[in-house]
């Protein structure tokens, strides 16, 4: 089974700040992919953001991009410019090439101060 | 529909009630998703289907929970016998394929009194 780590309960940003989200995962796989998923408080997730693991750039998505260290087993997730809508919860999730299961870390809330 | 939906959105069932929670898919997607998400975790998978087939039931818990999608298209997540161990988010996602990008639902929040 893959362990995906984030260590990071909670963060809080202000508004037009930046803010990085931390994740670290554990696999013996050479391909697979990683996810950032946001989950508003209405609950329903989607995709904010993905990495396929033989690339060696950085996957970017507007304000919101990766920083993919590959030896180090680590994603994190850079926020720039935030915005009121940005508060939510943030999951960090792998998938194994090939494969169609999810495996989600326990997520980071992440709450933009006016 | 414009997305994945989900019915009932709440439910409180006393233990040892049976439930039943229903996933309709974006239209046309082959593949179907259940997860379950206890409270303050991330979700975690539990079956996957690809059209009316299910492929995979390795992440269900006990064999007091049970899934279909016979037609291919509607889904339903069945527990017997609920207990209060099994209060979460029922998630439900479909995509295209099965690699594809998963769409989710916004949940089932299953209380058992």
């Known amino acids: 089974a893959q362990t995906v780590t984030q260590s990071q309960p909670e963060m809080s940003v202000q508004e037009a700040e930046t803010v990085t989200l931390s994740c670290t995962y554990d696999?013996?796989?050479?391909?697979?992919?990683l996810f950032w998923y946001k989950q508003p408080p209405s609950r329903q997730m989607i995709l904010v953001i993905r990495?396929?693991?033989?690339?060696?750039q950085n996957a970017t998505e507007n304000r919101f991009s990766v920083n993919f260290q590959k030896a180090a087993k680590s994603f994190s997730l850079k926020i720039s410019d935030s915005q009121l809508g940005d508060t939510a919860m943030y999951f960090c999730?792998?998938?194994?090439?090939?494969?169609?299961?999810?495996?989600f870390g326990a997520g980071t809330t992440v709450t933009v101060r006016a | 529909g414009a997305g994945v939906s989900q019915s009932p959105r709440y439910k409180v069932a006393k233990r040892g009630q049976d439930v039943a929670l229903r996933c309709d898919p974006i239209?046309?997607?082959?593949?179907l998703f259940w997860y379950q998400q206890a409270l303050g975790q991330g979700p975690e998978f539990l079956t996957y289907?690809?059209?009316?087939?299910?492929?995979?039931k390795s992440g269900l818990p006990s064999d007091r929970f049970f899934a279909e999608r016979p037609e291919g298209s509607v889904s339903t997540l069945k527990i017997q016998r609920t207990q209060q161990e099994d209060s979460a988010v029922y998630l439900c996602?479909?995509?295209?394929?099965?690699?594809?990008?998963?769409?989710f639902g916004p949940g089932t929040r299953l209380t058992v009194l």
């Open positions: 996602a479909s995509s295209l394929v099965g690699l594809a990008e998963q769409f």
């Open positions: 696999t013996s796989e050479n391909n697979y992919y």
């Open positions: 990495q396929e693991a033989y690339k060696q």
């Open positions: 999730a792998f998938m194994k090439q090939d494969d169609y299961k999810l495996s």
């Open positions: 239209s046309g997607h082959v593949s």
């Open positions: 289907f690809q059209n009316e087939a299910q492929l995979d």
